[in-house]
């Protein structure tokens, strides 16, 4: 009696798929073989305190400033009948120009 075979469709694996697994693999297997800790770095020269302190006198706070509440203009006017390309100078998410309230915030 002679069997029929159902036709299996035969996939193969992609060969980069192949070797990438093979190489994530060996990584893996890499660093658990590694018991040994790497050495501590060295400590930093002491004249690197004395320039950090140096570096933090120049830093301050950037001033707040109110800004009122009012009408702002938002977005821009379409100067061109292609939104893009390398000569657009901005992106189709800043149409259309138009007005909208803004309430008071602070800004720095």
């Known amino acids: 009696m002679v069997s029929e075979r159902s ?16 190489k994530v693999i060996f990584l893996v297997l890499l660093s658990f073989s590694t018991g040994e800790a790497l050495p501590p770095a060295p400590p930093p020269p002491p004249e690197l ?24 203009l938002m977005g821009t006017v379409r100067k061109d009948d292609d939104p893009f390309g390398l000569e657009t100078q901005y992106d189709d998410t800043e149409f259309p120009q138009r007005r909208i309230w803004l309430d008071t915030y602070e800004i720095g």
Request: net charge positive.
């Open 7 to 22: 036709p299996v469709k035969e996939e193969r694996i992609p060969f980069q798929w192949l070797f990438l697994s093979w």
């Open 49 to 72: 305190d004395k320039h950090l302190e140096a570096m933090a006198q120049f830093a301050k706070p950037s001033p707040m400033v109110r800004v009122p509440a009012g009408w702002f």
